[in-house]
Structures are given as C-alpha cells and as structure tokens.
C-alpha cells in the first residue's frame, strides 16, 4: 500500500512551453500533497503544499504564477510549470500524506519527473 | 527553525561491513524522525521512522535506526553492507502539528566490493 505515481516521468520541452505534471495517490486518500525540486547530487526543496481543495501554499521564493498547483482530488495533484525555461529544468518530486496504515505524520514519495526545457 | 544535519556527504564502506550514516536534528520537542533512500533517477523511498513510540526502529531491507533524544541523534545503521545499499539517503524531521518535512543534505553511500 501507499503508493504515489508521477506522470510523466521524463519530459522535455521547448523553452516558453508549458508542462503539466501529475501526482497520484493510488491506494490511499492523500489530503495532503507535496511538490520538490531537486537540483543534482543535492537535497529536496520543497516548493509548495497542497491541499485537497483549497489553495496551494507556497514556500518563500517560489513564484505562485510561474509553478501553478492544482488538487482537485483526494488522489490527483498537478503542477504545472508555465512558459518553461531552461533555469526550470530540474528533478520534480511529489509527495502524499496519510497512508492505510502509517497514519497521518508520513510522506510517501513518486518517482519524480524529470523535466528539461531546451 | 527546524535542521537537520547530516554528516559525511560520502560514505564508503566494504561490502559486508556496518553501515553508520549520521543524522542530528535540532528541535526542543522529540519530533517524527525519517529515513528516505533515493536509487538513481528515483523518487524517496521510506526506509523508517521513529513516532515517539520505540527508541530502537527498525525498518526495510536490514536497516535500523535509534533514537537518542539526549544526543538529539536518529543514525541509520545496518550490520553487512550489500552492493544494493548504493544509494543516497536521507535523514528528514517532522514536527509534531507541522505540515512539512525538513531534509538533510543528503549522504551517499558507496559499496566496494
């Protein structure tokens, strides 16, 4: 149990192009989701928190407009990344709250996607 | 503000031999403590955590960890290293009514034959 997918895993795309990411919880219902970034051989930064209908908070220095979090359900989030540019290409990792058995208090990771704008 | 530290970015150790990859935290408060690893091109994958119930946890693939509160230490340990450890972990910390994690840098580890 508790297992989160990301789709797609590997993208590229053009600069000024947007992307859209999604994030599953397949077996549980995740009120809470998580989206990072992670740059190479470096440690996870988080960029936002999700929350199942409401709006998205956003950690200090992340642009609202430019990586835009959507959680319509208890299982989907997406973050769109709008007009990409090659600074934006990075590791995204999501992240989902609240398991079958783990109870509340643990994040279980996606995969990642692994995104890179030419 | 919640930190966590991790020392030694590399560890290398002999296959067969322990495995010590170090985790402090700073909190006032005992919080949740975790161990992610990361393989190559992956996402995190949940290794252990402690919850304020046993100080001793003990997780997947032989790993365990112990919680010190008087050393505000979580260190991971496994008795024999197998070359499937390669990887990078991860220490992170949770306060209890937060809602984020908090992560280390990160240690990766190397497994010679």
């Known amino acids: 149990g508790a297992v989160v997918s990301q789709h797609p895993s590997r993208v590229i795309c053009k600069s000024g192009t947007s992307v859209k990411i999604e994030c599953r919880s397949l077996?549980?219902?995740?009120?809470?989701m998580f989206w990072y970034r992670q740059f190479p051989k470096q440690s996870l930064m988080l960029m936002a928190t999700?929350?199942?209908?409401?709006?998205?908070?956003?950690e200090q220095g992340v642009e609202k407009d430019k990586f835009l979090i959507n959680h319509a359900s208890l299982t989907l989030s997406t973050l769109t990344v709008t007009s990409a540019h090659p600074e934006d290409s990075s590791f995204y990792i999501c992240?989902?709250?609240?398991?079958?058995?783990?109870?509340?208090?643990?994040?279980?990771f996606g995969p990642g996607t692994r995104l890179t704008v030419l | 503000a919640q930190s966590v530290t991790q020392l030694g970015s590399h560890v290398s150790v002999s296959e067969g031999a322990l495995v010590l990859l170090r985790c402090n935290y700073s909190s006032s408060v005992p919080p949740y403590l975790f161990w992610y690893v990361q393989y190559p091109n992956q996402g995190l994958q949940l290794l252990l955590k402690?919850?304020?119930?046993?100080?001793l946890v003990k997780g997947i693939n032989g790993f365990e960890a112990e919680f010190k509160k008087s050393e505000t230490s979580f260190h991971l340990t496994k008795p024999s290293a197998h070359m499937s450890d390669a990887a990078e972990y991860f220490c992170a910390v949770k306060e209890d009514g937060a809602n984020n994690l908090f992560f280390g840098t990160g240690t990766r580890l190397t497994v010679i034959p």
């Open positions: 992240s989902a709250r609240g398991g079958p058995r783990d109870g509340t208090d643990t994040q279980y």
């Open positions: 999700s929350n199942e209908g409401s709006k998205a908070t956003y």
């Open positions: 402690y919850t304020s119930a046993a100080t």
């Open positions: 077996d549980f219902q995740a009120t809470t």
